[in-house]
């Protein structure tokens, strides 16, 4: 359980290999993170299809500047029952960013080596 909970049953899931940023953390130990999360969202009730209603987040910060705040990879699940309470998120658009889209796609799939893609 968080322990500075932004909404009832706001929970953490925390990989057993230390690491402070997700690449820092061997896949391995990786690999149960998000299936861990989906049956704690399952067990709190918020598995309902379709946009209305309750929903959740799941969260991983990484560094101080994207709000992380302890040195130790996890993941969030904070639930979503009400515009007052859990996880509030603005999504300021860039763009600048946008512009280039098309180029830092390429970019990326070239150091990826080969991902197939569909932009």
């Known amino acids: 359980m968080d ?3 932004t909404a009832p049953g706001h929970v953490l899931v925390i990989p057993k290999y230390h690491g402070g940023k997700l690449h820092e953390i061997p896949d391995e130990y990786l690999q149960e993170l998000l299936p ?10 918020l598995d309902k299809s379709g946009l209305e209603g309750a929903g959740y987040n799941i969260l991983q ?4 500047i994207a709000h992380q705040v302890v040195d130790h ?6 639930p979503k029952r009400n ?7 603005g999504w ?3 763009a600048e960013a946008a512009k280039s889209v ?3 796609h390429a970019k990326l799939l070239e ?4 991902v197939q893609s569909s932009l």
């Open 61 to 64: 910060n990484n560094g101080s």
């Open 102 to 104: 098309k180029d830092v």
């Open 111 to 114: 150091k990826l080596g080969g």
């Open 92 to 94: 300021p658009q860039d």
């Open 83 to 89: 515009s007052e309470s859990g996880l509030i998120v």
């Open 3 to 5: 322990i500075g909970p």
């Open 73 to 78: 990879v996890h993941v969030h699940m904070i």
């Open 36 to 45: 861990v999360a989906k049956k704690i969202v399952v067990a709190s009730g």
